[in-house]
């Protein structure tokens, strides 16, 4: 393999081009290549049919230097350390470009969900909690849903924290559902925060988003409410989406409600009646204004970044560009807007959800989603000027905003 897929070995060598602008010194720029802290447990679940199972998990505490460390958990059958350390430290820099008080963590467990009960999802939820519990707390490192995890999973693990303690601990997890200290507004929030960010982008770019197509990969939390609100809030007409066993594609738009009861009768959104069925390849290279990658890592690689032909890939799912692939879209005049920025909305509400949780007083929903927007407008627009100011594309530039802060409080703890 000529180009390095492994997403943390992608996560360092974006940090060290970072690093090489912004002139950091050695200490600095060891500290902050690698994760503080990380924990790798294993432990046992009971089955339906009887028999002991025995699961892998990890959660990893990147950088803590701003704030606890903040983070999502990933269930997925191919999770690795590796792409677990990337994502802790995407959601160090996240956190960072948007300003708000955390540091990055990020954790999963090697499981395949779809082929586990609800019963055993319980027990494989309450399992990693028991198993990493003594580690994580509101003011140490505080998780939240990613890919395959569901504010149900996240109730379930709050409840066994919060036996652990003996009391009641909302704010140890974040993504809850709304009666157990959930924060209105967290479940559309990631895609809301990077439908914001494309508002601005097409905004600097001249683009008129009315009617303008758009196609999404994955069909997951993000990739469902970026078709609902991206239509909703934009105008746009989302012409393609796909799953993990392919996609559709009608020029004449898809409904967001159709497509939705579709999935959830059949499984898949493949198959709709009246569009084309169509692979995850070919949305990608489809002639439309807006990408919105909203799936996994490594998607757009320097195989097929030349023939994207979207004005504005809006990074929804977290390392879906490798860095060969970023160096093409910049040339090709695709505007990228990079992950840890695009998705950021999810860990705002986060946030949010954390301070109601701290003083037990909860705010309206269009006081989170004002507040989400000023959050997200403000760091798109730094992260832009500071691609105009070092003449970098944007990720570089994403990097450039959040690893400066980082560094920051890292100097000013007396750590570097
Ligand atoms: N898993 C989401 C992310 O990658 C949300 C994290 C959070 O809310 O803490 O940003």
Redesign the pocket.
């Known amino acids: 393999m000529s180009q390095e897929l492994n997403p943390f070995k992608i996560a360092q060598r974006q940090f060290d081009e970072a690093a090489e602008v912004l002139g950091l010194d050695p200490a600095t720029r060891a500290l902050l290549r690698e994760p503080m802290r990380e924990f790798h447990v294993t432990f046992p679940v009971r089955m339906d049919d009887g028999t002991v199972k025995v699961f892998k998990g990890f959660r990893v505490q990147y950088n803590d230097a701003r704030g606890p460390t903040?983070?999502?958990l990933r269930f997925h059958p191919a999770e690795t350390i590796d792409t677990v350390r990337a994502l802790a430290a995407w959601?160090t820099w996240?956190t960072a470009v948007v300003g708000i008080p955390l540091g990055g963590g990020k954790g999963g467990v090697i499981c395949n969900p779809k082929e586990l009960s609800l019963g055993e999802l319980e027990r494989v939820s309450r399992g990693y909690i028991r198993a990493l519990g003594h580690y994580i707390g509101d003011e140490i490192d505080v998780p939240?849903?990613?890919v395959y995890t569901t504010p149900q999973v996240m109730a379930w693990m709050m409840d066994e924290y919060s036996v652990m303690k003996g009391y009641n601990v909302p704010g140890v997890i974040?993504?809850k559902p709304i009666p157990l200290g959930g924060s209105a507004g967290r479940g559309d929030a990631?895609a809301r925060g990077g439908i914001y960010t494309v508002r601005e982008a097409a905004k600097i770019l001249g683009i008129d988003l009315n009617g303008a197509t758009a196609a999404i990969q994955g069909y997951g939390n993000a990739g469902q409410f970026a078709h609902h609100l991206c239509v909703e809030l934009l105008g746009q007409k989302v012409v393609a989406i796909s799953d993990s066993r392919g996609g559709i594609y009608n020029p004449e738009g898809l409904d967001f409600e159709a497509c939705v009861a579709h999935k959830k009768t059949t499984g898949s959104v493949i198959n709709f009646p009246g569009a084309k069925n169509i692979t995850n390849e070919e949305l990608l290279e489809l002639d439309v204004v807006v990408l919105y990658p909203a799936a996994l890592e490594n998607v757009i690689t320097k195989e097929n970044a030349p023939r994207i032909k979207a004005k504005i890939s809006a990074e929804l799912a977290?390392g879906p560009t490798t860095p060969e692939a970023d160096v093409i879209l910049h040339e090709n005049g695709v505007y990228v807007i990079p992950d840890f920025l695009c998705?950021?909305g999810?860990?705002t509400v986060?946030y949010f959800e954390q301070v109601q949780n701290a003083y037990d007083y909860y705010w309206p929903l269009v006081e989170v989603q004002a507040k989400l927007d000023e959050i997200m407008t403000n760091a798109f627009h730094a992260v832009h000027e500071a691609a105009q100011e070092y003449k970098v594309h944007n990720r570089i530039a994403a990097y450039l905003v959040s690893v400066q802060r980082v560094a920051e409080a890292a100097k000013l703890r007396g750590w570097v």
């Open positions: 903040k983070g999502g959601m996240k939240a849903p990613d974040t993504g990631t977290n998705n950021a999810g860990v986060s």
